[in-house]
């Protein structure tokens, strides 16, 4: 097999790393070919803080996808959280002079990076730079202007920031462990590639991915991406108050909330027990299960209270007709769904992998949203740099960081949709 006829992903997280292979198809979507995973060591909270056992977890995990695949990806599709990423909003408008008023790739160029056009905090790079849409002569909802007529141009763009030392450690990471780097996406763009349906995009949807160590939000309204944040907590935090609670190991923690985890105390049998070790003298005992119900209820409730806050912060509260959709790990626990209802006052559902063919046990997992999305992603994107010249041609991603100073124009963009 060739690999111009695959595309690699490769999710790095707080708890697991991820690599997958997707082949494409004749009906122009993808199938996953190949999965490796490996426990992810040198991670905290999305960010690297050992790279050598972090380089040892990527290389594991994208041994065993080579493997499964039977081809060794070049260059894959990164993604990226952390609570160092944060984003904006933008706009900015033109005049189009020209005499026919055609507006021409140039044009869009320009105007997108206009609205650029503001300090970025020191240490900070961007990620991506999303047209949320163009407006023609006060018309708004145009997708693509190239092609058509108007006196004035503007564009609304979505700004997703990240600290360049982190940005740069990771991507150091994956390199050392053999390959090199297309792009970084950051997880919820990504993970929403494959769980939310077209009409939850227009309505309006916020897309909550909860990971081992951070919880991502993604707002969508209209197609387009509105409002992004990352927050510094996940199910990590989860497995590590029922091990305090409970006087467990962080692994037989771990083991406890998988198999009896229910994140609503109400909903569980007030009478029920369930056996845990004892991490002192390593003897079973009795806990009721109302108990870890409590605790787990605790975290999650403090964790959807902050994405509720942000949201509100946002003032797009009462645009989200789509309602909510939960991906990632946590997401798996019982009961989720109801505690989001209750605290967010949505609709929820929990999010699987779809428009991507492959393994039942992957795509209706949603702990492989994040990776699935980003072989879509790569997809996508690799289609488009076939039909559209990129706005800024750097041939390496490391020297694309190197511009991104808080004194210079960002000599980026990424993500376009």
């Not at 590639?193 to 209209?222: C, H, K, N, P, Y």
């Not at 505690?339 to 006052?345: P, Q």
């Not at 779809?354 to 999305?373: D, L």
Request: net charge positive; glycine share 8%; aromatic share 4%.
């Amino acid at each position: 097999m060739e690999n111009s006829d695959v595309v690699f992903a490769l999710d790095v997280g707080t708890t697991k790393i991820c690599a997958l292979v997707g082949e494409k198809t004749d009906d122009r979507r993808l199938r996953i070919i190949g999965v490796g995973s490996s426990p992810s060591f040198g991670l905290r909270k999305g960010v690297v803080v050992d790279i050598r056992k972090t380089v040892v977890s990527i290389r594991h995990a994208i041994d065993e996808a080579e493997i499964a695949a039977g081809v060794r990806p070049d260059k894959v599709f990164v993604g990226i959280a952390g609570d160092h990423v944060y984003s904006t909003n933008s706009n900015a408008s033109i005049v189009i002079r020209s005499r026919d008023k055609e507006i021409r790739p140039i044009h869009k160029d320009r105007v997108i990076r206009k609205s650029l056009r503001f300090k970025v905090p020191k240490d900070h790079g961007i990620i991506h730079t999303i047209p949320r849409e163009f407006i023609l002569d006060g018309v708004d909802g145009v997708n693509e202007p190239v092609g058509m007529s108007a006196n004035n141009l503007e564009v609304k763009t979505h700004i997703v920031m990240g600290a360049v030392p982190s940005i740069k450690n990771l991507i150091k990471s994956v390199e050392m462990a053999g390959v090199a780097v297309s792009d970084i996406v950051l997880e919820p763009i990504a993970s929403a590639e494959a769980v939310l349906t077209s009409d939850e995009r227009d309505l309006g949807t916020a897309l909550i991915d909860i990971g081992g160590g951070t919880t991502d939000l993604a707002i969508f309204i209209e197609s387009g991406i509105c409002h992004s944040r990352v927050f510094p907590f996940g199910g990590n935090h989860v497995t590590r108050d029922i091990a305090v609670g409970l006087r467990v190991s962080p692994k037989e923690a771990e083991n406890i909330k998988i198999r009896y985890g229910q994140a609503q105390r109400k909903n569980t049998d007030p009478m029920a027990l369930i056996r845990a070790r004892d991490m002192h003298n390593k003897k079973e005992r009795s806990v009721l299960k109302v108990n870890l119900s409590g605790i787990i209820e605790a975290r999650m409730t403090e964790v959807f209270d902050m994405v509720k806050k942000e949201i509100e912060r946002s003032g797009m509260q009462k645009l989200l007709a789509g309602g909510v959709v939960l991906t990632g790990g946590a997401s798996q626990l019982e009961g989720i769904e109801g505690l989001a209802e209750d605290i967010l006052h949505a609709p929820v559902r929990v999010g699987a992998p779809r428009n991507i063919k492959g393994p039942p046990a992957i795509i209706k997992n949603s702990m492989y949203a994040t990776g699935a999305g980003l072989l879509i992603y790569a997809y996508k994107h690799e289609k488009d740099m076939q039909t559209q010249s990129p706005l800024f041609n750097a041939s390496e991603l490391t020297q694309k960081i190197l511009a991104w100073f808080t004194d210079t124009l960002p000599e980026k963009i990424s993500g376009r949709s």
